[in-house]
Antibody, heavy 119, light 106 residues
C-alpha cells in the first residue's frame, strides 16, 4: 500500500523559513516523479512544485519560484520542500503527491501538513 | 496556461447526469486529469489522460476532450459523489489546477 506521510509544518513568522518532509513507502520511490500541492483554508488546489525521479526535471509555481526549493533523497525515500521568505499567503495545507506511472496524474496523496505564516 | 472550470458550483439530485467543463487557455493535447475532493480529505484521482478511468473508480465517471476543451461527466449522481472536482493539466510545468467545481445536493 502506498503511503505518503508529510511533516514539518507549523506556525512561523513572516520572512522566516520552514522545511517540509514527505516519507514514502509501498512503492519504488526512485521510479516516480513527486510533487507538492497546497490548499489555503477554504480555497482550491494550487500546484507548488515537482521533481523528476532523477532530479533532472524540476518546476515551480510562479508564486513560489525563487523562495521555495524542492529536493529528494532516493536513498531515504524522502521528498523535501525548503520554504524561505515565507509570506502570509503561503498559509496552507501542503500535500505531498506521487505522480502516476503514465506521468499524467497524481495518483496518491498524503494527508498534508499545515503551514501557518503569521506574526 | 490557465484552466477555467465551469460551473464553479452546481446543485443536483441523486440520479442526475452532471457535466463539468474545464477549458485551457491554450491547447494541451490530452494530458488532463480530474480529481474528486471531499471535505477534510486529500484529492482522489478519477480520470487521467483526459478520458482514462483510474483503477477502482466507478464507471459512472467519464472524461472526454482534447486540445482546449474537456468535460467530466457523472452519468448518475450518487450520494457519495457530492464533493468538489478539479481538473489539472500535465503537459508542462506549471501543472496548473482549475478553480474547482463544487457539486451540492439539491
Amino acid at each position: 500500500e502506498v503511503q505518503l506521510v508529510e511533516s514539518g509544518g507549523g506556525l512561523v513568522q513572516p520572512g522566516r523559513s520552514l522545511r517540509l518532509s514527505c516519507v514514502a513507502s509501498g512503492f519504488t520511490f526512485d521510479d516516480f516523479a513527486m510533487h507538492w500541492v497546497r490548499q489555503a483554508p477554504g480555497k482550491g488546489l494550487e500546484w507548488v512544485s515537482g521533481i523528476s525521479w532523477n532530479n533532472d526535471g524540476i518546476g515551480y509555481a510562479e508564486s513560489v519560484r525563487g523562495r521555495f526549493t524542492i529536493s529528494r533523497d532516493n536513498a531515504k525515500n524522502a521528498l523535501y520542500l525548503q520554504m524561505d521568505s515565507l509570506r502570509a499567503d503561503d498559509t496552507a495545507l501542503y500535500y505531498c503527491a506521487k505522480e502516476g506511472q503514465w506521468m499524467v496524474s497524481l495518483d496518491h496523496w498524503g494527508q498534508g501538513t499545515l503551514v501557518t505564516v503569521s506574526s | 496556461i490557465q484552466l477555467t472550470q465551469s460551473p464553479s458550483s452546481l446543485s443536483a439530485s441523486v440520479g442526475d447526469r452532471v457535466t463539468i467543463t474545464c477549458r485551457a487557455s491554450q491547447g494541451i493535447g490530452s494530458v488532463l486529469a480530474w480529481y474528486q475532493q471531499k471535505p477534510g480529505k486529500p484529492p482522489k484521482i478519477l480520470i487521467y489522460d483526459a478520458s482514462k478511468l483510474e483503477s477502482g473508480v466507478p464507471s459512472r465517471f467519464s472524461g472526454s476532450g482534447s486540445g482546449t476543451d474537456f468535460t467530466l461527466t457523472i452519468s448518475s449522481l450518487q450520494p457519495e459523489d457530492f464533493a468538489t472536482y478539479y481538473c489539472q493539466k500535465f503537459n508542462s510545468f506549471p501543472l496548473t489546477f482549475g478553480g474547482g467545481t463544487k457539486v451540492e445536493i439539491k
